[in-house]
C-alpha cells in the first residue's frame, strides 16, 4: 500500500508537471502567433522577418499546422515581394503539413498562392486564394493579381473588399492609394497612404514590444513612402512630407532592404533636385550604397523624374533594382511627330547657270544703253524750208 501510494503521488505530480509544461506551451505559442500576426501585418519587410524568425523559435515546432501556416506565409511574401529565393523554399516546405491538415489554416493558402504569384501562375494563385475563406489579405492579393493584368477597376474592388474586412490593413490601404493616384484621385490617395504608413507603424510597435530589434530598424511602409512620393512627383501635393519620409527609408538600414532604399534614393534626389538642393540629391543618391552600372542608371533615371514636366511617369529599371514595392508600369515615351512634308519644288538644270528674264522697261536706258545726243541736222535738210518756200 505504500509503494502503491507513492506511485501514485509521483504519477499524479507527473502529470502535473506534464499538464503544466503543455499549458506553457499552449501560452507560448498562442503568445508567439499573436505577435506574429502582428508583425505580418505590418506588411514590411522587417515585419515579415521578425515574424518568421520569431515563429522559428518554439511555436513552429510545438505547432507545424497553424504556426507553422504563419511562419510560412511570413516566409512566401518575402519571397514575393522581396525576391528571397531561400525563403521561398522555406516557405514550399512548411506549407506541406498545414496543407495535408484536415482543416487547413488559412494562412498555408496565402502561403501557397504567394508563391504561385511569385512564379507568376495567376490561375493557381486564384485559386488558393478562393479557399482561403473570409480573409482580407487574400483579397489583397487578388487584388495584386488584377493589377498586374492591368485590370485596375477589378483591383480597386477586391481591394475594398478587403478594407470592408479590415479597415485598418496597412497592405489594403497603400495599395488602395496606388490604385486611385493611377486614376486620378490624389487626394484620397495621399488620406490612403497616409493610414497604411500609420497603421503599419502601430503594428510593429506591438508585435515587437519589449525587442531591442526595433531600436535598430523604423521600416516605414515602402509601398506608401513610394507613393506619396509619386504624387509630389506629381506635383498634386508638397515636397516636404515624402521627402522626410524617403530618407527615413533611406537610412533604414537594419530594417529596409538595399532595393527599397535605393528606389527611395531615386525618388528623394529628384525631388531635392526640383527643389534646388543639389548637395541634397548628390547625397541622397551616394547614400544607396550602389556602384558602376546600377549607380549610373540611379543619377541618370533621378535626372529624368527631377526634369519631367508632366505627371509621374516610371522610368525603365533593370532587374536588380525592379522593386515590388514601387510597380508603376514603364510607358515609353511617345514617339515624335512625323515631319512636315515639304511642297515639291522645281529640280534645278545642272551644268550651266540660269539667270531670270529681266523686266521690260521704257527708253534706252532700261537695256544699259547711254542715252544719245541728237544728230545735227544735215545742211541739205536745213535748206528744204528755202527750197520750198522758192517753189
Do not use: C
Not at 63 to 70: E, K, L, R, S, T
Not at 253 to 274: I, S
Not at 297 to 305: H, N, T
Amino acid at each position: 500500500m505504500a509503494w502503491a501510494g507513492a506511485a501514485l503521488v509521483l504519477a499524479l505530480a507527473l502529470a502535473g508537471v506534464l499538464a503544466y509544461r503543455a499549458n506553457q506551451e499552449r501560452r507560448v505559442v498562442a503568445a508567439s502567433v499573436a505577435r506574429a500576426r502582428q508583425l505580418i501585418r505590418s506588411d514590411t519587410w522587417f515585419g515579415y522577418r521578425e515574424a518568421a524568425d520569431l515563429l522559428a523559435v518554439r511555436a513552429a515546432r510545438l505547432d507545424p499546422i497553424d504556426a507553422g501556416a504563419q511562419r510560412a506565409f511570413a516566409m512566401a511574401m518575402l519571397a514575393l515581394d522581396y525576391r528571397d529565393g531561400a525563403a521561398g523554399g522555406e516557405a514550399s516546405r512548411l506549407a506541406v503539413a498545414p496543407v495535408r491538415a484536415s482543416e487547413v489554416p488559412p494562412e498555408a493558402r496565402l502561403a501557397v498562392a504567394a508563391l504561385a504569384l511569385r512564379d507568376g501562375a495567376a490561375g493557381d494563385a486564384m485559386a488558393e486564394l478562393s479557399r482561403a475563406g473570409a480573409e482580407p489579405m487574400a483579397s489583397v492579393l487578388a487584388a495584386r493579381v488584377a493589377l498586374l493584368a492591368g485590370n485596375l477597376p477589378l483591383a480597386l474592388e477586391w481591394v475594398e473588399k478587403a478594407l470592408a474586412q479590415d479597415e485598418q490593413l496597412p497592405a489594403a490601404l497603400a495599395l488602395r492609394g496606388d490604385l486611385l493616384r493611377r486614376t486620378g484621385k490624389p487626394v484620397e490617395a495621399r488620406a490612403a497612404y497616409a493610414a497604411a504608413l500609420a497603421h503599419s507603424a502601430s503594428a510593429l510597435d506591438v508585435g515587437l514590444a519589449g525587442s531591442p530589434e526595433r531600436l535598430a530598424a523604423s521600416a516605414p511602409h515602402a509601398r506608401a513612402a513610394v507613393g506619396l512620393a509619386k504624387l509630389a512627383l506629381s506635383r498634386h501635393t508638397p515636397a516636404e512630407e515624402p521627402k522626410a519620409i524617403l530618407a527615413r527609408v533611406l537610412s533604414d538600414g537594419g530594417g529596409t532592404p538595399q532595393v527599397e532604399r535605393a528606389r527611395a534614393a531615386l525618388h528623394l534626389a529628384a525631388l531635392r533636385g526640383r527643389s534646388g538642393d543639389r548637395a541634397g540629391a548628390t547625397a541622397a543618391l551616394a547614400a544607396a550604397g550602389l556602384e558602376g552600372a546600377l549607380q549610373g542608371w540611379l543619377e541618370k533615371a533621378a535626372g529624368d523624374e527631377e526634369v519631367e514636366r508632366g505627371a509621374f511617369r516610371a522610368v525603365e529599371s533593370p532587374r536588380a533594382l525592379t522593386s515590388a514595392s514601387d510597380d508603376d508600369p514603364y510607358l515609353p515615351p511617345a514617339p515624335p511627330p512625323a515631319p512636315t512634308p515639304r511642297p515639291a519644288t522645281r529640280a534645278a538644270i545642272r551644268g550651266f547657270k540660269v539667270h531670270p528674264a529681266a523686266p521690260r522697261q521704257r527708253g534706252a536706258a532700261a537695256h544699259g544703253q547711254e542715252r544719245r545726243a541728237p544728230k545735227p541736222a544735215s545742211s541739205s535738210a536745213k535748206r528744204a524750208p528755202k527750197n520750198r518756200a522758192r517753189h
